[in-house]
C-alpha cells in the first residue's frame, strides 16, 4: 500500500504513520529525514541544503523533488511506503504524480487528518516539558497537568515552554501549512484518493478510523 499522510502540527499523524507502518509493513519516508540523510552523506544536494535548514528556511521544490526521486531510483527504492511531510507543496504534488506514473506506480489514498486550530494550538501551547535535562518529563497544562503548576511532579524542576510551542509560534505554522495543503488536499479529492479522518478522540480510535477509510479491518490489528 501507498499512502500520504496530510495533517498540521499537533494533528497526530506521526503517531498514525507510526502504527500503520507497522501493521501494513510499509516504509516510512519523511522528507525531514530524506534531507538529514542527505546532509549527513555530504550528498552534493546536502550541501546545499544544510545552510538554507540551518537558517530555518525552505528548501525548494526542485531539491526536494531530487531528493525524492534520488530515493526512488536508488538500488532499494520503496515499494509500499507512507509518506510524511512530502508532498508539501502542489507544485511538489503534481511533479510526484507524473514521476510515480512514469515508473508505473500509483498512490492508493491520501489521509488527511482532519483537526479545528484553536484545538491545534490548544494541544501544542499547553505542552510544558522539564527544564532538567536528566528528567525531560512532559506535561499538558491541560490534559497532563503538573500537581503543582509550574513545577515538575517527577523531579521537581520548573517546567519551561519551548519556543515552537508558543501560541504565536503555533498560530503562525498553521498559516503555513494552510497555504499549501489546502491546495494539495483539493488535488488529492478531485483524484478521488482522499480520506478525511476526526482527530477526536484516543490515538487507538483515530487509528481504527484510518484502518476502516482504508477497507482494514481494525479488529485483526496486530
Known amino acids: 500500500m501507498r499512502l500520504v499522510l496530510i ?60 531528493l525524492v526521486m534520488d530515493l526512488f531510483d536508488s538500488p532499494s527504492p520503496p515499494v509500499d511506503f507512507v509518506l510524511d511531510g512530502y508532498p508539501r507543496t502542489i507544485a511538489q504534488a503534481r511533479w510526484f504524480d507524473e514521476y510515480l ?71 503562525s505554522r498553521l498559516q503555513v501549512y494552510h497555504d499549501t495543503a489546502d491546495a494539495i488536499v483539493e488535488h488529492y479529492d478531485r483524484m478521488g484518493l482522499l480520506r478525511k479522518i476526526a482527530t477526536n478522540g484516543s490515538p487507538d480510535q483515530i487509528y481504527a478510523r484510518v484502518l476502516t477509510a482504508l477497507n482494514l479491518d481494525p479488529s485483526k490489528d496486530h
Open 7 to 66: 495533517g498540521p502540527p499537533g494533528s497526530g499523524k506521526g503517531t498514525q504513520a507510526e502504527r500503520l507502518t507497522e501493521r501494513l509493513h510499509l516504509r516510512y519516508i519523511g522528507t525531514g529525514g530524506i534531507l538529514r540523510e542527505a546532509i549527513r552523506q555530504g550528498t552534493p544536494y546536502g550541501k546545499i541544503a544544510e545552510p538554507i535548514l540551518k537558517a530555518g528556511k525552505l528548501v525548494s521544490d526542485e531539491m526536494v523533488n531530487r
Open 101 to 171: 506514473a512514469s515508473r508505473h506506480i500509483y498512490i492508493d489514498a491520501a489521509i488527511e487528518f482532519t483537526i479545528a486550530d484553536e484545538a491545534v494550538v490548544s494541544r501544542i501551547a499547553g505542552r510544558r516539558i522539564c527544564s532538567n535535562a536528566a528528567c525531560g518529563a512532559s506535561f499538558h497544562t491541560l490534559a497532563r497537568p503538573p500537581r503543582v503548576a509550574g513545577v515538575c511532579d517527577v523531579c521537581g524542576s520548573p517546567l519551561t515552554q519551548r519556543a515552537d510551542d508558543l501560541e504565536e509560534t503555533v498560530r
